[in-house]
């Protein structure tokens, strides 16, 4: 009898790797997960080592193969999902990073972006890119270190030197320097993509001076890149093929195929996307215009928000003010109080995101009062990642008025189901958990199955998507609006707090 085989996602994240085995019902049969060292040089500056990266993945796939009692030829194909946006360079000729990897939360380059948008560039970056200019992205982040690592210009001119973003960077090392390329989606993070002519955008390159040929080649999000051998020479060859920002896995793993369907991640910070379809919607509203997958000849675009301080709200009251001991206690403080008493917390510790983009905002507890005790602390810190939604969530249906019927969530807090019950009261929308909240490592697994034909094509997957719980809306009109109109002035009291010429 022939032995059954399987679908291995590493899911690359900002503070661990990971490794998933899926079977052909998509089910989890094992796991792997490993930490790595957060790198602080400077306040705002974040970085990780890409040798750590790429250590901590590697052994996550040994790891997970020994677990789930499978051998390599087992494996039908692997996928890729990642951060995004965090930059890579390496030396194409010994496979040595030159820099540290530059994370997407880092803000070093906020200089670079203020010059860009004194010389005028924000529209056009916007129009390419379907990106806000902001230090975010890939592209200041690989100009500052073409401008600070001593010859990297000249290297990187002279055809030395390869940039990825964490997806390139795997599947460089997993291919033994083989292959260089990335997915659509990722390239649609780096503001050096062009998201309509599906191109890296010479005005774009021009801009920040970055040499094209340093560029990966850019192709669609399930097809095989390269075979990587697990055993070493003379070992089985895997095919890896599937790749995906992390973001966009978890809407492809949620099975967001058509276009208005929508997910939110509640992880560190939450990640709103909506699928609009082949229609790239510009927003006015300020999210993003991003690729959804690319897959079978065309590409999905998106609509994205993303808050900063999601669960890490929660991290905050049990790190620094020492309210709770374990995030899942919120759940239990939060509903020994009938409401939030008028209490509101904005967590705008690091500026504001989507859809405000304000990098001076600041965090507020306001509406305290006498009888204002830890509960309502907490109860206001979760449902300020509910309204954080909510207002990524009004700027979404007004950039593509479509009306959103379901909201599917996933990310380490949607165990909370107070969180969840006040998201869909806030919403006025169903909110659907599903069974295997994994949906990032689910896409990648999706994506490289669908590419082999261990799944033969999306109507397949359909029975592998069984809801946990659907979370229906209270249905209280009256208070939904009072609480919201709240949440609205309390914000914008947090943007009146910190002034740049403070
Ligand atoms: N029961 C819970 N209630 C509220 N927040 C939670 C709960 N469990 C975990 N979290 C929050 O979720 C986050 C972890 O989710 P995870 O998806 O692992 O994040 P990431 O992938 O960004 O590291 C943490 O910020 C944590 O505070
Ligand atoms: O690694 P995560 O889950 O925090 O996701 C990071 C995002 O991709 C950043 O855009």
Redesign the pocket.
Known sequence: MAKATYIVALDQ????SRAIVFNQQAELVASAQREFSQIYPQPGWVEHDPMEIWASQSACLTEVLAKAGIASEQVAAIGITNQRETTIVWNKHTGQPIYNAIVWQCRRTTEYCERLREQGWQDYIKQASGLQLDAYFSGTKLQWILDNVEGARQKAEAGDLLFGTVDSWLLWKLTNGRVHVTDYTNASRTMMFNIHRLEWDDKLLAMLNIPKQMLPEVRSCSEVYGKTNIGGRGGTRIPIAGIAGDQQAALFGQQCFASGMAKN?????CFLLMNTGEQAVPSTHGLLTTIAFGLHGKVHYALEGSVFM??????WL?DELGLIRD??D??YFATKVDDCAGVYLIPAFVGLGAPYWDPYARGTIVGLSRGSNRNHIIRAA?ES?AYQSRDLLEAMQADANIALSQLRVD???V??DF?LQFQADTLATEVLRPALIESTALGAAYLAGLAVGYWPDLDSLAAHHQADRCFVPDGDEAKRQRLYQGWKQALEGSRRCYHPQD
Do not use: F, M, P, V
């Open positions: 994240g900002t503070t661990s991640t509640y992880g560190t910070g999601g669960g890490a709200t929660i991290q049990r995030a899942a919120t759940e979760l990642i990310g380490g807090a165990a909370n969180l």
